[in-house]
């Protein structure tokens, strides 16, 4: 075998709390997270002694400043082998939008070079090694579509599949660093005021999907949440213009996915969900109706 080819799915996160800031400045979550069928492709085919990216249609980065060549850099970092790989991805994730697009295209790499190379590490070696590049990408190499998320995102428990469930993803047509969610981000409201106060934390009366309930409550919660939504919110009013939309459009819930700004609304019938992705593209520049990853 001389290439392969791989997807490397979305995220959202159902549930995300912020529990606290770590002495390394990083932060401690728990998040339920969910994997979208809506992929990035990625070509890996063998070379000699080089890595080479090429990200055709966007303007992203080709070189080590991309997390994809980043990943191939740890992988024969750490398998020693003396051999280089193409590397070309196709981007249908918006870069930035709280979909994990940068993480899961890391995993894809790690996941892909391995049956490329026929290393046959563990999937815990490369969740392992995935954990040096991101904190979601170790989530991009478990097995099952659902999980639940602690410590700083790396420690991960799998939990069961959903189905029959649909997603409208709408993105403004701008990108938010993460770094600076967590930055602007409070632990009390001592040290800043409650600027969540006037948001919809519960959406309106349509009942969660059963999956989706089930899921919630490994979260010890009764309906989705993000502990972030609050400080980009404030930043970009948008976001909740955005939710409002989705939940007139009979969307079960609806919630900034990560650090933002993607909005996405949940569905239980298909139907519905089609006529809500229809609506929001005659307002916003980026708009996706999709399921969960198959499993």
Request: net charge neutral; hydrophobic share 40%.
């Amino acid at each position: 075998m001389t290439e392969i080819a791989v997807k490397a799915p979305a995220k959202i996160n159902l549930t995300l709390k912020v529990c606290g800031r770590r002495a390394d400045g990083f932060h401690n979550i728990k998040s339920v997270m969910q994997k979208l069928n809506l992929t990035d492709e990625i070509l890996l085919r063998k070379a000699n002694q080089q890595i080479r990216l090429s990200c055709p249609g966007s303007n992203l980065p080709e070189d080590e400043n991309n997390i994809a060549f980043k990943a191939a850099q740890t992988f024969f970092k750490y398998s020693g082998l003396k051999i280089g790989v193409e590397i070309e991805l196709h981007k249908a994730i918006p870069t930035a939008a709280g979909l994990g697009g940068g993480s899961s295209d890391a995993a894809a790499v790690l996941m892909g070079l391995n049956k490329l190379f026929n290393t046959d590490y563990s999937p815990a070696v490369l969740r392992k090694l995935g954990a040096e590049l991101g904190a979601d990408v170790p989530f991009f190499i478990t097995a099952g579509g659902s999980a639940l998320a602690t410590g700083t995102g790396t420690t991960l428990k799998e939990l069961p599949g959903i189905r029959d469930v649909w997603f409208v993803l709408v993105n403004p047509g701008f990108s938010v660093s993460t770094k600076w969610v967590y930055d602007n981000f409070r632990l009390t409201t001592a040290e800043k005021p409650d600027i969540l106060c006037g948001y919809s934390k519960s959406g309106n009366m349509i009942l969660l999907p059963e999956d989706i309930t089930r899921l919630m409550s490994w979260a010890d919660t009764e309906f989705p949440f993000n502990d972030l939504e609050a400080v980009t919110a404030a930043s970009y009013p948008i976001i909740n213009d955005i939710k409002g939309r989705l939940l007139n459009s009979k969307a079960a819930a609806a919630l900034m996915s990560g650090s933002g700004p993607t909005v996405f609304g949940i569905f239980a019938n298909h139907h519905e969900a089609e006529i809500c992705s229809r609506a929001c593209r005659a307002f916003y520049p980026w708009v996706k109706l999709c399921d969960v990853w198959p499993t």
